[in-house]
C-alpha cells in the first residue's frame, strides 16, 4: 500500500490552554512493501505523525491517502472501516486490553472487520504460535512479561494481514533478545507480504533494519535517509 | 463471591455491587411505601364497604370499640330501614385493656361477630383463612387470629390463646395476610366477645344485675355494620339511617373514607416522598456507577476504536455488557434488599407489625429501572467516549 500525507499539520492545547504546534506540513510518501523508520529527539513528532497517518488523530491541515483513496477526508465510520481492514498498530506500551485474555486480544482485530471467527482463531493460533505465546492464550495480560505482551500484540496487528502496519516504539520497553524477534518480524512482513511499514524508534539498531529514516526535528522533517536494497 | 464473579464480564464486579446498592435502597424504600399504601388503602376499602353504626354520642373511635353501648332494638330498626340488606352485630375492643380505648392504627383487637350472620362488608365478603377455618354458626370457646396476631406469638391452628379475664380460647384458623386492620384481630363468636366484656367491665356487670332498662346479653353491641341492597346508594342510605332511627352515630362511607384519606395525607405525602427518594438515590447511584464504569474503560474504547470498531459495535458492545451488569446488580440488589426486609421485620414481627411489602409490581419495577436506567447511561457515557479519537481515548485512559 502506498501511503502519502501531504502537508500534515497538528497542533495540541498545552496545559496552559495556549497552542502547541507539533507537526508543520509534513509530507511524507512511502511506498509498497517498505520499510521506513521514522526517528527524532523527544517531543519532535513521531508519535503524531504516526497517529495521523494511522487515522487515530485528525490533522488540522494537510491530507493522508492510502493508494488511490484520500482517507482523511473520510467519514468517521468509513474511517473505522479503513483502521479494521488496511491498517495495524504496534504500541510501545502494547495496549492489550486487561480483561481480555491473550488469545482474546489477538481475536479483537478480527471482531471489527467481520471475518469468522473460526478462521481468524485457526490464523490466530498460527501466528501466536510462531511467535512463542500459544501456550499463553489463556492468561491475561497481567500475567505475560513485557516481552509476551508485546508479542501479543504484534500478532493483532497483523491477524488481518493489513497492508500497512505502524509501529511506535514497539521495542522501547524491551531487551534485546525481544526487540530482535518483533523486528525480524517487521522486516518479514515487508519481504514476504509485501507490508509497508512505518516504524518509530530512538534505537540505532532498529533504524538501520528500514530501508529508509525519515528524520524529525521540532515538527518539521530534516532529510530523507539513503535508502537501503532490501 | 466466585460464582457471581465468574458470571460477570472481568473487572465489573464492583460495578455490580455499586448497582446492588442503589437498587437495594430503591427497593427498600419502595417496599416501605408499598406496605403504606397497601395498610391505608385497605382501611378505605373496609370503610367504603359497609355503613358502620354506633351508639350515639360516640363516635365511631370510642362507639366501635366497648365504649358505647348499641342495644339490639335499635339494630332491629336500622334492618328495617328502606335499602338495608343486613345488619350484623359487633362486639370490639382493645386486646388490651389497658391501653386506650380509641381506635388506632395499629392496635390488637377482639372483634365478636355472629358467624351465621353473612358479612354485610361489600369489599370483604370473608376474610380468607390461611390454615384452619373461619368460624361456623354455634361455635362457642373458639378464636380466627390475623396473620400478624398470629405470628407475634407464634400462633397456629389447634393452640390456644388467653384473652383475658381467665378465658382461654382453641385457635381455629389464621387469617391470611391482609396487610390492614384485620393482621391484628382476634376474633371470636358474638357471645363470646359479649362474655369478655362483661368480665372486663365490673360496672357493666352492675347494670345488668340491677336490670337497669330491661337489658339483656343481645343489648351488649359496641355497634353494628350494616348492608345496603344492590343499586341503593349507601351515603344517602347513610343519612336515611341517621334520620329514621334516633339516637344513632352512623357513619358515612363517601365521607368517613375522606376523613381517613385526609388523616392519611401525611403518611401519603410521605410515601410520596419516600418513592420519590428512592428513585432519585437509587437512580443517581445506579447512573452514577454506569457511567463511572464506561469512563473508567475509555482506554480500552480507544484500542477497540484503532482496531476498526464503529460506533455502532462499541454502542452494542457497551450496551450488552451493561444489560448484563445492570440485571446482575438489580437481581443481587433486589436479594439484598429482600434479606434486609426479612431480618427487619422478623424483629418488629414480634411487636405485631411489618415495616416492608415487597410487591410483585416493585420488585419487576426496580429490575426494569435498574435495566433502562442502566442502559441509558452506558448509552450516554459511550456516546461522550466515541466523540474523541482514538488517539485521544487512550491518551485519556493512561
Redesign the interface.
Known sequence: MVVRALGLTKTFRGPDGGPVPVLHGVDVEVKAGEFVAVAGPSGCGKSTLL?LL?????PDAGEIWLDEMCVSRLS??AQ??V???SIG?VFQSF??????SALENVL??A???DRPRPQALAEARVLMERLGVAHRGDH?PAQLSGGEQQRVAYC?AVLNAPPLVLADEPTGNLDDGHAAVILAELRALCRERGTSVILVTHRADAAARADRTLRLHSGRLEAQGGERSS | MVAIRRLLPRGYLFTVLGIAVGVAGLVALGAMAERITRFIDGGDRFVLGQISVAGEGMGMGTGFTAGGLLRAAKIEQIARVPGVAAVQAQVMMPLDPTTSQFLTLTQELILGVDPAVRMPNREFRELPVREGRALRAGDRGVVVVGADFAASRGLRAGGTLELGAGRTFQVVGVLEKTLTAPDRFAIVPLDDARDLWLRRDPLLVQVFAGGAGGMSRADLNTGAAAAWADGVDPDALARRIQREVPGLNVTIPGELSRLLRQSTAFFSALLFGIGVLGLVIGGLSLSNTVTAAVFERIRDFGIKRALGATDGQLLREVLGEALGVSISGGALGVGLALAVGALVDARVLRDGQQLFLFSPRLLGFALAFSVILGGLAATYATLRIVRLSPAEAIRRGG
Do not use: F
Open positions: 497517529n494511522g487515522l487515530l488523530d485528525p468517521r465510520r473505522c472501516r483502521r479494521g481492514r498498530y495496549l492489550l486490553i486487561a480483561g481480555l479483537l482485530a471482531r471489527y472487520v491475561y493483532r
